[in-house]
């Protein structure tokens, strides 16, 4: 199970840190996932990270601004996201997987707005 | 970035019918696609990766075929609980890309 957290209401250049506690599975031998989906709008791809989180990829629209880390002593993804645009509204999803997302949460909401 | 277009992006079918979405990849992906179901306020549920391979659990009258730019998922007999947006994905190059979707409606 993967249960996002830490989505609200932002204004256009602030920051919000999301989190995603999995539970049921071995944590630390997993890729993850982040994908976001903005209100009406199909699903995007943002970034993910190897296992030991050694390897991180991030769609280029959100380079040098979203960070993706995890700590698998808390079975833990995390999404820091700095400088946001409105562009950046959207439901976050944590997902399992590198490039084939088989577990999903069940989202969280990142509004920004001023 | 490999674009992934879907088509159509609505289609209206009644229970029991055979379906078809068609998904073109902008430059040859091999067989690096998977397919996606998401109903509204849930999140994607994987169907189908490496172009055909079911997942498990998922019903057998789901199939996907196709390799290089052009793929397809059929449902071979419409169910209710089949009626939702499926997305197909490639995974071929980062970045991971999306096609727009095809949202099945009650005809």
């Known amino acids: ?114 | 970035d490999i674009q992934m277009t879907q088509s159509p992006s609505t289609l209206s079918a009644s229970m029991g019918d055979r379906v078809t979405i068609t998904c073109r990849a902008s430059q040859s992906i091999s067989r690096w696609l998977a397919w996606y179901q998401q109903k509204p306020g849930k999140a994607p549920n994987l169907l189908i990766y490496e172009a055909s391979t079911l997942q498990s659990g998922v019903p057998s009258r789901f199939s996907g075929s196709g390799s290089g730019t052009e793929f397809t998922l059929t449902i071979s007999s419409l169910q209710p609980d089949d009626f939702a947006t499926y997305y197909c994905q490639q995974y071929n190059t980062y970045p991971l890309t999306f096609g727009g979707g095809t949202k099945v409606e009650i005809k």
Do not use: H
């Not at chain 1, 932002?10 to 995603?20: E, F, I």
């Not at chain 1, 280029?60 to 079975?75: C, E, F, H, Q, Y």
């Open chain 1, 1 to 114: 199970q993967l249960v996002e957290s830490g989505g609200g209401l932002v204004q256009p250049g602030g920051s919000l840190r999301l989190s995603c506690a999995a539970s049921g599975f071995t944590f630390s031998n997993y890729w993850m996932t982040w994908v976001r989906q903005a209100p009406g709008k199909g699903l995007e791809w943002v970034a993910n990270i190897k296992e030991d989180g050694s390897e991180k990829y991030y769609v280029d629209s959100v380079k040098g601004r979203l960070t993706i880390s995890r700590d698998n002593a808390k079975n833990s993804l995390y999404l820091q996201m700095n400088s946001l645009r409105a562009e950046d509204t959207a439901v976050y999803y944590c997902a399992r997987g590198r490039v084939i997302m088989d577990v999903w949460g069940r989202g969280t909401t990142v509004t920004v707005s001023s």
